[in-house]
């Protein structure tokens, strides 16, 4: 973003996921370690959790070590935070660059940073100036040689200047009619170039959403008035002409079927043009699960008939592949799961799904561990890019405190998205199961339609720290073998909330309520009934540990529940956090939450942030237990806990 200055020049001057497999790992790699110096480095998952300098500078032709000193006087401690890690000198401090013209050109680049840092920061007079071995980076001829003992010395002095207000602000040409204030550019306001840009990009969708492809910033003014410390602010918008889309051409499919590509794109030749609806296409190709990367873009001038063309480049993914994953647990033991899936079965992005599941290892005898297998088909598009098919199979064999559990099930059904954020899906399944639980042993055939809405605005699903998803379920039920008829109904909700600009403070709460009307606790199949406890619900309790009891004091479930979690995820690094958590729950025989017996858990656990989501340990200790609780619960896993 370009700045001018009316008075002085504004700009730079001279110058686990399972806890025991990553404690195996790390104990068996440094024993490796010990035995060879030759290992060094370690991968997990393709994660490198750490690797020698050493091994990793031995290419650098013609190494040059400095040391760098960041002098910034006038600067504040999170100012002076936000130009060090702008800085690529500092953060590379520890790995020599390639000779002299290596630091030269590292130390011009450093200075293009950090005045974009100040820019950042709306901090138009920042001055920056570099020094290598005493001597000016602008004095300093192209071809210096820096010769002398090394780490060689660099000092980046930093006059940081006022922080700049937003001044006088125009809107011209096609945007003349629009107010600025609508899109943050507010005389006093914030005048960093995050904000300006930001606001550009604003005044451009409003223009792309009456249908204007075309639209455009043609000039942009920024001037910086040094005497008041005030950004002017002057943009020049033209809207273009409103058009429809016209043809859409799709580019790098190879195995996955083009024509099916297009036609998931949903774009109507005609139809006139949005820049939300190109959005959906991007998300919902994406969401095919064939394609690495997406791209759906504009062409830059409508065709003979005033349409715009659209152009699609998508980079396939393989079709195959293989997931392992876990989680661990003190109160419930250690699960093992794993699928194996074909993204591309019969070329127009057919999926076929076979998965399987081992728990309880380490807490249930071998003879009682639970097992769990299933195959799922899914063939989007059938009626209408915003569809979906789906059809599956799986049997259970389980045995948790409540009860035991053989059952083989069928199921298909539809799911349909409403828009970016609304889902909805409705199926038929049938379910036959033998049971053993605190009531006796019986045999149910049940026949049930599950409906499904989904609300989901949360702007990242692996580690949000912003928005909101709510769940609504009903799932109407008639068992064939014993004539019971009942209906489950559940809600559930969970919101995000960032308290700074940096989200390392993000406040996450989940409430979830549940009912089962129609129908006694004996006539409902024992794994269809409501618990609450373990990791996934009140930590500190052991799995469906909450609620009533037999005689002999296993959970017997209930016909309605309570739970809601509050969590402070703290980032104390760019991969590390921290995060104290309570819960709370209640499972009752009624038709409708008893809150007197409400259980409550607190705790606090450890967050790695890796590319596939965070890996979570949590420990947690109940606080009103019953004499045949735990005294505490540890999980660890791959997720947040919601």
């Known amino acids: 973003m370009p700045v001018h200055g ?27 370690a010990a035995q060879s110096r030759s290992a060094a480095a370690f991968e997990l998952f393709g994660l490198k959790l750490w690797e020698l300098s050493s091994d990793e500078d031995a290419d650098i032709v013609d190494p040059l070590r400095y040391t760098v000193t960041i002098d910034a006087p006038d600067a504040d401690e999170d100012l002076a935070e936000k130009l060090e890690n702008a800085s690529a000198l500092k953060a590379d401090e520890e790995h020599p660059v390639s000779g002299s013209l290596g630091l030269l050109a590292k130390a011009r680049s ?33 071809d210096a040689e820096f010769s002398g003992p090394q780490p060689i010395p660099v000092v980046i002095n930093i ?29 006093g306001g914030d005048a960093s170039s995050g904000a300006v840009l930001k606001a550009e990009a604003a005044i451009v969708r409003a223009l792309k959403q009456e249908g204007r492809p075309l639209a455009k910033v043609t000039g942009r003014e920024i001037v910086a008035e040094h005497a008041g410390s005030t950004l002017d602010v002057t943009l020049t918008v033209a809207a273009g002409p409103v058009a429809g889309y016209g043809d859409t051409t799709v580019e790098g499919t190879e195995k996955v079927d083009r024509d099916f590509t297009e036609h998931m794109t949903g774009l109507k030749r005609g139809r006139q043009y949005s820049p939300d609806e190109i959005d959906d296409a991007r998300d919902r190709l994406l969401g095919l699960e064939v394609f690495n990367s997406v791209t759906v873009k504009e062409a830059d001038a409508l065709d003979s008939e005033g349409n715009i063309p659209i152009g699609v480049e998508v980079s396939e993914r393989k079709p195959r592949h293989l997931d392992l994953g876990g989680s661990l647990s003190s109160t419930d033991g250690l699960d093992l799961k794993g699928n194996w899936e074909h993204r591309n079965l019969f070329d127009p992005a057919e999926k076929l799904r076979i998965d399987g599941k081992i728990s309880g290892i380490g807490s249930n005898d071998l003879s009682q561990l639970n097992y769990s297998a299933g195959v799922m088909f899914e063939k989007p598009g059938v009626v209408g890019p915003a569809s979906k098919f789906f059809a599956g199979a799986n049997t259970v064999l389980e045995h948790p405190d409540a009860y035991d559990r053989f059952s083989v099930k069928g199921n298909t059904g539809l799911s349909y998205d409403l828009d970016r954020q609304q889902t909805v899906s409705a199926e038929v399944a049938l379910d036959y199961s033998k049971i ?29 720290t912003t928005g909101f998803r709510a769940l609504a379920y009903a799932e109407p039920s008639y068992d064939i073998l014993n004539g019971a008829a009942f209906v489950k109904l559940r809600g559930e909700g969970s919101a995000y909330q960032s308290l700074d600009t940096a989200s390392k403070f993000v406040l996450a709460e989940r409430v ?93 656990g450890l967050r790695y942030i890796t590319p596939f989501g965070p890996l ?27």
């Open 436 to 464: 053993t639980d605190s009531f006796g042993k019986h045999t149910f055939l049940i026949a049930s339609i599950p409906l499904r809405y989904v609300y989901d605005n949360r702007d990242n699903r692996l580690n949000p």
């Open 512 to 604: 979830a309520i549940g009912s089962i009307i129609g129908a006694g606790l004996q006539d409902v199949p024992a794994d269809r009934r409501f618990y609450s406890g373990g990791g996934g619900s009140v930590r500190g309790y052991a799995y469906q540990g909450i609620g009533p009891k037999d005689a002999d004091g296993e959970p017997i479930g209930g016909l309605s529940f309570f739970e809601t979690s509050f969590e402070m995820r703290i980032a104390i690094t760019d991969t590390i956090g921290v995060v104290p958590s309570v819960d709370a729950g209640t499972v009752s025989t009624n038709q409708f939450p008893d809150f007197s017996g409400m259980k409550v858990g607190a705790g606090v």
């Open 110 to 142: 450093d200075r293009e940073q950090l005045v974009a840092a100040f820019y950042a920061d709306a901090l138009y007079e920042g001055v920056v100036t570099i020094t290598i071995q005493g001597k000016p980076l602008d004095d300093l001829p192209p």
């Open 616 to 642: 979570r340990i949590d420990a947690a200790v109940p606080l009103n237990p019953d004499p045949d609780d735990p005294h505490f619960g540890i999980y660890a896993g791959i997720g947040q806990a919601f």
């Open 6 to 32: 009316r008075q002085t020049a504004v700009g730079c001057a001279s110058g686990g996921v399972l806890l025991q497999i990553v404690l195996l790992a790390v104990v068996c790699s440094t024993a490796l």
């Open 159 to 187: 006059a940081a200047g006022p922080k700049f207000t937003l001044g006088d602000i125009r809107l011209e040409g096609d945007a003349a009619g629009l107010a600025s204030a609508d899109f943050g550019l507010i005389a």
